[in-house]
C-alpha cells in the first residue's frame, strides 16, 4: 500500500514537472512570436522584388533614404516596399543578425516570402560632409553604402555590395544631402545584379 502510495506521489511530480515545463517553453514560444512581430509594421499588399531598410552607422533608419531608393527601383522596373520594418527591427538580434546572416530562422518565421523576393538592406558609413574645393560656398556630402540582399525564403544572403563612390553637392548640408541620396538610389537601382534571380 506504502509502495503504490510513493508510486502515485513520484507519478503526480512527474505529470507536474512536465506540465511546467511545457508553460514555460509556451511563454518562450509567445516571446518569440511578439518579437518577431514588433518587427514588422506592415507587409506590402501586393507581392513585390524587395522590401528595403536603410540604417545608418548610428544605427538610426532613414525612411528618407528608404522611400528615394524605393522610387527609384520602380522607374526601373524592379517592384519594392520601404514601409515594413518597424524601429524595433534595429537591434542585436534584427537587422545586425539578418545582415550578418545569422537569423535565417527569423527571416523564414516573419513568412515574408508570401510577400516578397528578397530583402534589400542598406547599412550606411561614416558621413562626409565638407566644402568642396573647387566651388567656394558648395558643400559635398557623401556616405560609403554597404548593400546586402537577403533571400526570405532562406533567410541565406545571396551578395553583397559596397557603393563608395557617390557624391551630392549642395549650397549647405542639406542640400548636398539630398543631392546624394538621389545619386545613390539612381546609381543602386540600376545595377544589374539586382534583377539576377528574379521572377
Known amino acids: 500500500m506504502l509502495r503504490t502510495g510513493c508510486g502515485e506521489l513520484v507519478r503526480r511530480h512527474e505529470e507536474e514537472r512536465i506540465a511546467i515545463a511545457e508553460r514555460v517553453a509556451e511563454r518562450a514560444r509567445e516571446a518569440e512570436r511578439l518579437r518577431l512581430a514588433s518587427y514588422v509594421v506592415a507587409k506590402p499588399k501586393t507581392r513585390v522584388n524587395y522590401i528595403v531598410f536603410f540604417v545608418d552607422s548610428a544605427d538610426k533608419p532613414s525612411s528618407e533614404i528608404t522611400s528615394v531608393v524605393v522610387e527609384h527601383f520602380g522607374r526601373n522596373g524592379i517592384s519594392a516596399a520601404g514601409s515594413v520594418f518597424s524601429d524595433a527591427f534595429i537591434s542585436p538580434q534584427g537587422f545586425a543578425a539578418v545582415i550578418t546572416g545569422k537569423a535565417a530562422g527569423d527571416v523564414v518565421a516573419m513568412q515574408l516570402a508570401d510577400v516578397a523576393d528578397r530583402l534589400l538592406l542598406i547599412t550606411g558609413g561614416a558621413v562626409q560632409s565638407v566644402p568642396a574645393n573647387s566651388v567656394p560656398g558648395v558643400q559635398t556630402y557623401s556616405m560609403p553604402m554597404t548593400i546586402s540582399l537577403t533571400g526570405v525564403d532562406d533567410g541565406k544572403k545571396h551578395r553583397e555590395f559596397v557603393i ?36
Open 164 to 199: 563608395n563612390d557617390v557624391t551630392g553637392a549642395g549650397l549647405n548640408e542639406e542640400s548636398a544631402r539630398a543631392a546624394f541620396v538621389e545619386r545613390f538610389a539612381e546609381i543602386l537601382a540600376a545595377r544589374m545584379e539586382l534583377r539576377a534571380g528574379l521572377p
